[in-house]
């Protein structure tokens, strides 16, 4: 199956600061990629959808300002925590999707983020 | 988006077959049934994916009745590396459309 990375897997840092977690393809293209973040003992939840080249579309409850994505190339997409705060600790993960095949969804190994 | 309900958690022990059923009324003509196991710490891993009848592949066996308002993704012969979360989604695995994840089904496999 399709390989999808995610840097860092984890990530401890102050409140108030930014952090960036990178998405990437390994073997395949992906013209969309998700962002998902999972909080202890819950499931995941979709935060947008990120196409190459455009805009990301963000869900419903999910602020665009604080998380900024990024998808500048097929095999890359970034999330920025901007001014990240304790609440915003949790474990991100994202997925790729090859377009237009009949292919299912892959997940990268997810980043922990835990910020004090 | 078609939802889904799924058992919280289900109990078994090493060497059974374990089935977990899923169920999706609202299930729309061109969506596809997806599994995934979720072991902590990690990102989902996909298991098996059908559109109706049955699916077999090396892992489990995923059935799916005519009116396709459920299916039941079996395990044969759990072991206690199948303790995970299984989640079952429902939708159009192509281009732009997404997935929601549901509760997803916690199995505790005990020796």
């Known amino acids: 199956g399709a390989v999808v990375s995610q840097h860092p897997s984890w990530v401890i840092c102050k409140s108030g600061t930014s952090v960036k977690i990178e998405c990437r393809s390994l073997d395949f293209q992906a013209t969309t990629m998700f962002w998902y973040r999972q909080f202890p003992k819950q499931s995941l939840m979709l935060m947008a959808t990120s196409n190459e080249g455009s805009k990301a579309t963000y869900e419903q409850g999910v602020e665009k300002d604080k998380f900024l994505i990024n998808h500048a190339s097929l095999t890359l997409s970034t999330l920025t925590v901007t001014s990240a705060h304790p609440e915003d600790s949790s474990f991100y993960i994202c997925s790729a999707r090859v377009g237009g095949r009949g292919e299912t969804q892959y997940f990268g190994p997810g980043t922990r983020l835990l910020v004090l | 988006l078609a939802k889904t309900t799924q058992p919280i958690s289900m109990d078994s022990y090493e060497g059974q077959e374990v089935n977990i059923t899923c169920s999706h009324n609202n299930i729309a003509t061109n969506d596809y049934i997806t599994w995934y196991q979720q072991f902590p710490s990690q990102g989902p891993r996909f298991i098996i994916q059908g559109y109706k009848t049955k699916v077999t592949n090396e892992v489990a066996s995923l059935f799916i009745p005519a009116d396709r308002k459920s299916s039941t993704l079996s395990l044969p012969r759990v072991s206690l590396s199948d303790t995970a979360v299984y989640y079952c989604?429902?939708?159009?695995?192509?281009?732009?459309?997404?997935?929601?994840f549901g509760t997803g089904t916690r199995l505790l496999v005990s020796p």
């Open positions: 989604l429902v939708g159009v695995p192509t281009g732009f459309q997404k997935l929601v």
